[in-house]
């Protein structure tokens, strides 16, 4: 079955500076990857999207790269804020005719250093 | 607010009890899915249902047991409950018309077993 990777688990940058999570997926078949933040103790929130016909996707400070040919898929944080210290979750989604099925990455713990 | 309703927010009970979380779906989703999510852990998935039928299962203990009704509300019943079945219990839902893949996130119950 499908299966998502995510790296690094935590992460630490210096407030102005860019962070990146990496993910890959292992079915050729997945056509749609979210992002999630998840603050401390409330429900991930979906950030972004990308959309296997496209191969970035822009929202503000954050955009989103997919390489279908390697599987794998990039967040960009560009100038960091304290707010976005949080856990960010990459998905993998197939979607069929009557359902959509959806495997999340194991997280990346995301510090702000002031 | 994302649209998903999950009820009750807060849970306190002993450890070989039976308690019953619920969820109702945003309108005009057909998927509930059931993620638990202990300290510090990523989203472990339950069990997905669709309009009904039990579409997806993952690590879910056979203690645990879940249902999605007729009028798409689902629940997640955990009986014979032990110490490290305390954890923060989540549903999600898709396959509404604007979005079929995108999941949104209820707010989640939290269950503290004693």
């Known amino acids: 079955g499908e299966n998502v990777e995510q790296h690094p688990s935590t992460l630490s940058v210096q407030e102005g500076d860019s962070a990146v999570i990496k993910c890959t997926y292992s079915d050729s078949a997945s056509n749609y990857f979210p992002w999630y933040k998840q603050e401390l103790g409330k429900r991930p929130q979906l950030i972004i999207d990308?959309?296997?016909?496209?191969g970035e996707k822009k929202d503000q400070r954050i955009a989103v790269t997919l390489n279908k040919t390697a599987k794998h898929f990039s967040l960009h944080i560009t100038e960091t804020q304290p707010e976005d210290s949080a856990v960010y979750f990459c998905?993998?989604?197939?979607?069929?005719?009557?359902?959509?099925?959806?495997?999340f990455g194991s997280g990346t713990r995301l510090s702000i250093r002031p | 607010d994302s649209g998903v309703t999950q009820t009750p927010k807060h849970l306190i009970t002993a450890t070989g009890q039976r308690v019953t979380l619920r969820c109702s779906p945003r309108?005009?989703?057909?998927?509930v899915y059931w993620y638990q999510q202990s300290l510090d852990q990523g989203l472990q998935f339950l069990i997905q249902?669709?309009?009904?039928?039990?579409?997806a299962k993952g690590n879910i203990l056979e203690r645990f047991s879940a249902q999605q009704f007729p009028d798409l509300h689902s629940e997640l019943n955990l009986s014979s409950l032990e110490l490290g079945d305390s954890a923060l219990y989540f549903c999600?839902?898709?396959?509404?018309?604007?979005?079929?893949?995108?999941?949104?996130f209820g707010e989640g119950s939290w269950l503290t077993v004693v």
């Open positions: 990308i959309r296997s016909n496209v």
């Open positions: 998905a993998a989604s197939i979607e069929y005719s009557s359902a959509s099925k959806i495997i």
């Open positions: 999600a839902s898709s396959g509404g018309s604007d979005s079929r893949n995108t999941i949104y």
């Open positions: 249902y669709y309009n009904g039928e039990e579409r």
């Open positions: 309108s005009g989703d057909l998927s």
